[in-house]
């Protein structure tokens, strides 16, 4: 085969049809069969015929419809004669066109289903975020292994597994009934922020740009289900720190407390959007754990027009986070609101009751606990605790911060 | 697609089977589940097992047979029973498994059945 330059017009069609497509097209092959391995290769060889016949034909009228009937033939051929697939395909390029011409537009989207087959409670939670950056966005094993310093070999065949169980056992593909909704709901978004997660500790974006992908997820599912205030909640929490992302590092790389960060550097525009979600989400009237952090977080982002940090607002919506949804994190960053608000012998006690096993490795109530030690003048003590921060610190950034006196 | 729901138990319920103060509530809970099963149209097949101490296990290792009393592996769960079932997918499986009265105290492992295997291929 000729190779191309990727200027190539075609193969730029192709391209940019695969990265605005990629999830609807694998939803739409997946959803009837349930086969997601079997859907993404089908589109893999629809995409390298695209290659081939557009540059003969011109770039169809609507690529997808192509891309569709291609992959559809190619699963066809996949089911009733695996061997001979290689020698049907060049036989059937000219069909494409005609059948291309037939398809139903719009394509009803079902990447949905898709999201909630990912985070179905019989996958493996620690791989469904994975799964959902894969099979909607596209991202291959190599990249998402890096991203999870994980070897590429063991993601590659974890998510493999994860597939053949989704086609082997039978999994659901299809939107939760009402009933189960929510409890599926809040699988969805904890994968999602599970990446944001994993892009918002990527400093340097090695991996790319895995926050920014996060926040795709997190607008599909808004736009998908706009009726659901937690899809808005988490949105508008991945927004709100977007939106700081440039301001969280001095120029050689320092670490910047949110406290000290200078607003002038936070994108208006993330934030302003994360009021209105958050606004929006608010009319539902219920607790919601992603509404709650990004309350706190609208909170945060009020500093620079009031001149301070409104530490009594952050307390009582940690209050109501502790009492709904205690998690560690929650708990550590309630004892730390105690301290700014001035009461640092609460937050102590708080972080007390709150340490179990897992606070041996984490970071933020060490550091945490050394500033509600400094603000109680154990002096001591608290330099005990920030030694222990400073050890768990993975990022140099946060290392050198804390070894400076800083809270974390 | 059809799944078999294994009914795994504990030494504490299958004792129940044979305690005359608890017999009745213990088979009169796993009647409740079978009639639902049938009513809903989705028994393929079905059965109760005797309790774990009457298993025998059995290997051939280098051509010779190993025979074993007692289940394979000594665990907290043995097998207690199992049901095939015809159901849609793995969601609507894991509804029945969920309603088994070995669910509350043990556990059900759902498993997808493979087909036939003396079928000719398509």
New interface residues.
Partial sequence: MQKRAPSDPFSKAAETTARASYGRLVALLASRTRDIAGAEDALSEAFTAALRVWPKTGVPDNPEAWLIVAARRSLGHDA?RRRVREAAAGAVEIIYEEYAERMPVPFPDERLKLLFVCAHP?IEPNIRTPLMLQTVLGLDAVRIAAAYVTPPAAMSQRLVRAKSKIR???????TPDQETLPARLTDVLNAIYGAYGVGWDDVNQSDGDLAAEAIFLGRLVVSLLPGAAEAKGLLALMLYCEARRSARRTIDGGFIPLSEQDPRLWSRDMIMEAEQLLIQAAHTATFGRFQCEAAIQSVHVQRPLTGRSNWQAIVQLYDLLAERAPSLGVLVGRAAAYGHSGDPASGLAQLDAAADERIANYQPFWATRAHLLDLLGRSADAAVARSKAISLAADSAVRDYLARGGSG | MQYMLILNETPAEFARRDNPAEAEAYWGAWNVYIGALAQAGVIVNGDGLHPPHTATTVRVRNGKRQIEDGPFADTKEQLGGYFIVEAPDLDAAIEWAAKAPSALCASVEVRPVLPPMNRPAD
Avoid: H, I
């Fill in positions: 009733r019989a082997d056992a039978g999994l659901r593909f299809e």
